[in-house]
């Protein structure tokens, strides 16, 4: 079973920047991915990336968010700029192996002056 721990989140002025990691134990892993809730939304897909390096985002971080792996140490980071009061909710790790897709506990990002 893959165990995730996130690490990263905090208060930023908007404009500013974070960043997100995410270890993952267990075993090696295929995809993983950023989601994120906002209070009283829905949970969404921010950021992927395949084993091979391949990634994806959604429209509303397109340019100002960049995620990244390490596949030794199976670990995902989302680097994150420019942020915005909207980009404000709990972000999560998502790993997917072989056995099914895991969930990290979640790190609170809030974006305010």
């Known amino acids: 079973q893959v165990q995730l721990v996130e690490s990263g989140g905090g208060l930023v002025q908007p404009g500013g920047s974070l960043r997100l990691s995410c270890a993952a134990s267990?075993?090696?892993?295929?995809?993983m991915r950023w989601y994120r809730q906002a209070p009283g939304k829905q949970r969404e897909l921010v950021a992927a990336?395949?084993?091979?390096?391949?990634?994806s985002y959604s429209d509303s971080v397109k340019g100002r968010f960049t995620i990244s792996r390490d596949n030794t140490e199976n670990r995902v980071w989302l680097q994150m700029a420019s942020l915005k009061p909207e980009d404000t909710a709990v972000y999560y790790c998502?790993?997917?192996?072989?056995?099914?897709?895991?969930w990290g506990q979640g790190t609170q990002v809030s974006v305010s002056s």
């Open positions: 998502n790993a997917e192996d072989d056995t099914g897709a895991y």
């Open positions: 990336i395949s084993s091979g390096g391949s990634t």
């Open positions: 267990g075993s090696p892993i295929l995809y």
